[in-house]
């Protein structure tokens, strides 16, 4: 019998606990990069992997960051005008 979590009562939808644990530690990954903690980092990833966590969703995380540290996501310095892209 598995365990599961009950998320809304009256739509009765449930989590398994496995995936709360996952992206508990992918946000407190994204609060060690805020913190610029960088030394736990590589545990609290590998604690993510260990809960089901996937590349994607990991890099996902790091690139968010990285976007935000650059100041943007690249896409923003693109104007356009007429049917032309500017850059």
């Not at 913190?35 to 990991?58: H, L, N, R, S």
């Not at 976007?67 to 896409?75: A, F, Q």
Request: charged share 30%.
């Amino acid at each position: 019998m598995k365990n599961y979590i009950v998320t809304n009562k009256k739509k009765r939808t449930t989590v398994n606990p496995d995936t709360l644990l996952k992206v508990m530690t992918l946000l407190s990954l994204k609060d060690a990069l805020c913190e610029e903690a960088y030394e736990k980092c590589p545990t609290i990833i590998k604690k993510a992997a260990g809960y089901g966590a996937v590349g994607d969703e990991i890099d996902n995380v790091l690139t968010n960051y990285k976007h935000k540290i650059r100041g943007g996501l690249p896409s923003e310095g693109i104007e356009r005008k007429g049917r032309r892209l500017r850059f």
